[in-house]
């Protein structure tokens, strides 16, 4: 089974970058695309950032995906953090798991990070 995990989230102030991760574990598995979502409060979930299994960094307006293999993670940056960026941040993997020889696609979220940016 694959499992995904974001961290890095917190109160932070408005102005500054802040680092999120996304990490998965597991076996036998392969990722064919890392996404970042973020929901903000008392709002729909929105697309922040993405990047293919075989990238190294996608950037994005204020908001750079990035690969860090040492730790097998896929960092979501976010600079000049904005009262607005405040929300909950989703890591989204899909990819394919090797079950007994036959690959089968996943597509796993994980439980989300909260980022509270204050002016």
């Known amino acids: 089974q694959v499992q995904v995990a974001e961290s890095g989230g917190g109160r932070v102030q408005a102005g500054g970058p802040l680092r999120l991760s996304c990490t998965a574990s597991?076996?036998?598995?392969?990722?064919?695309?890392t996404d970042w979502y973020r929901q903000p409060p008392g709002k729909q979930r929105e697309w922040v950032a993405g990047m293919p299994g075989t990238g190294v960094t996608s950037v994005t307006g204020r908001f750079t995906v990035s690969r860090d293999k040492a730790k097998n993670a896929v960092n979501l940056e976010i600079d000049s953090l904005k009262p607005e960026d405040t929300g909950v941040y989703y890591c989204?993997?899909?990819?394919?798991?090797?079950?007994?020889?036959?690959?089968?696609?996943?597509?796993?979220w994980g439980k989300g990070t909260l980022v509270t940016v204050s002016s």
């Open positions: 989204n993997i899909r990819g394919l798991r090797n079950i007994r020889g036959t690959l089968i696609q996943f597509d796993i």
């Open positions: 597991g076996s036998s598995f392969s990722v064919d695309h």
